[in-house]
């Protein structure tokens, strides 16, 4: 974990429905480890707390250290509700934590640093949000929890697209390069799951950078 990035926690956003994949891509191996375990492991190395947010039970060693904690509202509503999940239970269970990172379960590649320069771009700004190649990745993200009220009437209302309740802060774009791969790549399907092992296989086989 960073020093520089203490009193920030981290949630690992596994509480999709993994339609395009036809299963529960979050438990899905990826080499010797699940994409869950990969990310949550990951993430945790750069922030003080972590949680996962997903509505079934997981059965793996390496996450047990982690808490579990299920959406804030039943239904499966979108990955808001993951944000507003997680706002809850930073302020609930933590003292003097100002922000929340999302990590999505389908983003193994996100950079060492991710956290650190979303935070040196957070001056005047409630929301951080990385991006590449030209995409803006809104889930991939700094939330600060003032905005915890006014993300639970916005998704009271009926609105899942996070977009239409970002853009109402001017939120803050990162850039990220892309240096042989796109650092957010994600995993949606079989196709992507293949790919992605040809990125992982190319750039971090055997290589601790990784971990």
């Known amino acids: 974990m960073i020093n520089s990035?203490?009193?920030i926690a981290g949630i690992v956003m596994a509480g999709g429905l993994s339609?395009?994949?036809?299963e529960n891509?979050?438990?899905?191996?990826?080499?010797?480890?699940?994409?869950?375990?990969?990310?949550?492991l990951r993430a945790s190395k750069q922030v003080e707390f972590l949680c996962i947010n997903s509505n079934?039970?997981?059965?793996?060693?390496?996450?047990?250290?982690?808490?579990?904690?299920?959406?804030?509202?039943s239904g499966s509503l979108g990955p808001l509700v993951g944000v507003l999940s997680?706002?809850?239970?930073?302020k609930k269970k933590l003292d003097e934590i100002k922000w929340i990172v999302t990590f999505p379960v389908d983003c193994p590649f996100f950079p060492k640093t991710l956290v650190s320069d979303l935070l040196s771009n957070s001056k005047g700004n409630d929301i951080i949000i990385a991006q590449s190649n030209s995409r803006i990745h809104h889930i991939?993200?700094?939330w600060n929890l003032n905005l915890?009220?006014?993300?639970?009437?916005?998704?009271?209302?009926?609105?899942?697209?996070?977009d239409d309740f970002t853009k109402k802060f001017n939120p803050r774009v990162v850039n990220f390069s892309v240096i042989g791969y796109d650092p957010f790549f994600n995993?949606?399907?079989?196709?992507?799951?293949?790919?992605?092992?040809?990125?992982?296989t190319k750039n971090f086989y055997n290589k601790e950078e990784f971990k």
Request: charged letters at 35%.
């Open 86 to 90: 997680g706002m809850k239970w930073a």
């Open 5 to 7: 990035n203490r009193k």
């Open 19 to 22: 339609r395009r994949m036809g």
């Open 187 to 200: 995993i949606n399907n079989l196709d992507d799951y293949s790919q992605a092992k040809d990125i992982y």
């Open 148 to 162: 915890e009220c006014e993300l639970e009437d916005h998704i009271r209302k009926g609105t899942r697209k996070i």
């Open 140 to 142: 991939v993200a700094m």
């Open 25 to 40: 891509k979050s438990k899905k191996k990826f080499f010797d480890y699940s994409l869950i375990e990969i990310v949550s």
């Open 56 to 73: 079934e039970k997981l059965n793996f060693s390496s996450t047990k250290k982690f808490e579990v904690i299920p959406d804030f509202f």
